[in-house]
Structure formats: C-alpha cells, structure tokens
C-alpha cells in the first residue's frame, strides 16, 4: 500500500514509514508513535527520519492529518525517530 510521507510529502510504500497516531498526556494531545500499525483511530505516515519529523513540524503535518486542534506533544515520537535512526 502506498502511503504520503507527512514529512517530505513523497509517496512510498507504507512498510517503510511509521504510523503515527494521536494519545493524550496531561498537557494534551501527543503524536505517537505506531510501529505495529495496530492502534485504533486516525494515522499519519512517516519516513523514522529527523528531517521529515522536522518538515512535519514545520508545516503543523500532524494536527492536519490526525484532526487534532492545540498543541501537540512531539517527544515521545522524536525519541522514537532518533532511537531509530541510531541503529
Ligand atoms: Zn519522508
């Protein structure tokens, strides 16, 4: 299945993006990381890359595609793309 990439917007099969998807902590809305693909809801798709972590950011990717309104906590998924891109 093909999938758009949120960060560098290009179009690759999934199994090489993350899925990420909404939780909530106490300061509000997080994006989160999916690797299993198994969390319910809405999921956006992202290359394991900080650039396109950073892209994403950038254009406020994930509040677009997840619909979510307010801040979004990001650290938990940013730890994620760096445990990943470290190995
Ligand atoms: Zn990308």
């Known amino acids: ?6 960060g560098c917007r290009q179009r ?3 199994t090489t993006l993350v899925r990420v998807v909404a939780g ?11 690797p299993d693909g198994t969390r319910p809801g809405r ?5 394991p ?11 406020r990717a994930f509040a677009r595609a997840l619909r979510l309104e307010g801040p979004i906590g ?8 760096r445990s990943e891109a470290d190995e």
Do not use: F, N, S, Y
């Open 43 to 47: 999921g956006a798709h992202l290359h």
């Open 24 to 34: 909530r902590d106490e300061a509000g809305w997080t994006a989160e990381p999916d």
């Open 49 to 59: 890359a900080e650039r396109c972590l950073r892209l994403a950011l950038d254009r």
């Open 12 to 14: 690759v099969d999934k």
């Open 74 to 81: 990001t650290d938990a998924l940013a730890a994620w793309v």
């Open 1 to 6: 299945m093909i999938r758009t990439c949120v």
